[in-house]
């Protein structure tokens, strides 16, 4: 399976920015998704995730500001974050929760203060 993660971009701090990642292979839709970050110098954390059946979850410094969706029949997994702040600048992964497939090369969201 390949990932392509699009969609990234510079904002300003309190903006909006939605990223996407779009699959190929048919394993995606039996996949429960998640969202990734990596900050320079960080780990890469698991931020979002949704399931098969739509059961979502967020880790606490993006809820209630991110939401991730699915779209099964296009294989593409989303992320709406808004009033974005300059923490979250990183690139964005997606991939399975046990990050099962070749991670791609991510795309960059930087927030400015």
């Known amino acids: 399976v390949q990932l392509q993660a699009f969609g990234g971009g510079l904002v300003q701090a309190g903006g909006s920015l939605r990223v996407s990642c779009a699959a190929s292979?048919?394993?995606?839709?039996?996949?429960?998704m998640g969202w990734f970050r990596q900050a320079p110098g960080s780990r890469r954390e698991l931020v979002a995730r949704v399931s098969v059946t739509g059961v979502i979850g967020y880790t606490e410094s993006v809820k209630g500001r991110f939401t991730i969706s699915r779209d099964n029949a296009k294989n593409t997994v989303y992320l709406q974050m808004n009033s974005l702040k300059p923490e979250d600048t990183a690139v964005y992964y997606c991939?399975?929760?046990?990050?099962?497939?070749?991670w791609g090369q991510g795309t960059l969201v930087t927030v400015s203060s």
């Open positions: 292979g048919s394993t995606f839709g039996r996949a429960t």
């Open positions: 991939n399975t929760i046990a990050g099962s497939f070749s």
